[in-house]
């Protein structure tokens, strides 16, 4: 079963505007972090923001803020005031367990959001 | 740069040949990870060290492959008879125990199999 879903294959959004990209998640581990990376053109991977299972306050990184709901697996990341260097695929990952585990470090990937920033 | 280097950025190969890649990770980051990514997919799991110990590998990572890190430094990942299906970017990255454990990836390694 696929352990993080991004429905959205492509989105298109106006500088200047906010933008939100879904992603739900599938885990029976109480404990998991969930990220989002930003993948330019130019191959890098950029760690963007993180949230912890734990957390009781949604995780916010300048323009970035991520929208938990627990109940419903889901962590949505939004961007705000959208700039033409945001143009790039986004990808939502999962670990799975503690930080600290030997056996739970690797990162599940959902298969990406591509944004398109208009001016 | 004191991020996660990856040598070479491009690498065109004839099926067959072997190749052999490079990752630098961030000088104090103990864990270090290899990672596949496919045309308009996400990255998929290859293997993982803490130090200089591989602690697990993926099945997709066939016994063509393999990795190495010696010294718990740099690493380099080695296919050998490389397939077309064996075309893709090859991604590093490092991270701590310590903390949200999230990870720091390279530039990639893209490889092509002609």
């Known amino acids: 079963a696929q352990k993080i879903t991004q429905t959205q294959p492509g989105m298109f959004v106006q500088e200047k505007e906010a933008v939100t990209l879904d992603c739900t998640y599938d885990t029976s581990d109480p404990s998991y972090g969930l990220f989002w990376y930003k993948q330019p053109s130019s191959g890098e991977m950029i760690f963007l923001i993180y949230?912890?299972?734990?957390?009781?306050q949604n995780a916010t990184e300048g323009r970035y803020s991520l929208n938990f709901q627990k109940a419903r697996k889901s962590a949505n990341l939004v961007i705000s005031a959208s700039q033409l260097g945001d143009s790039a695929m986004y990808f939502c990952?999962?670990?799975?367990?503690?930080?600290?585990?030997?056996?739970?470090?690797?990162?599940?990937f959902g298969a990406g959001t591509t944004v398109t920033v208009r001016a | 740069d004191t991020g996660v280097s990856q040598n070479p950025r491009h690498k065109i190969t004839k099926r067959g040949q072997n190749v052999t890649f490079r990752c630098d990770p961030i000088s104090e980051h103990n864990r270090l990870y290899w990672y596949r990514q496919t045309l308009g997919q996400g990255p998929e799991f290859l293997t993982y060290f803490q130090n200089e110990a591989q602690l697990e590998k993926s099945r997709l990572l066939s016994d063509r492959f393999s990795a190495e890190r010696p010294k718990g430094s740099f690493s380099t990942l080695e296919i050998q008879r490389t397939e077309q299906g064996d075309s893709a970017m090859y991604l590093c990255?490092?991270?701590?125990?310590?903390?949200?454990?999230?990870?720091?990836f390279g530039q990639g390694t893209r490889l092509t199999v002609v």
């Open positions: 990952a999962m670990r799975e367990g503690s930080p600290r585990s030997l056996h739970d470090y690797k990162l599940s």
């Open positions: 949230q912890g299972s734990y957390d009781q």
């Open positions: 990255a490092s991270s701590l125990v310590q903390g949200k454990g999230e990870a720091f």
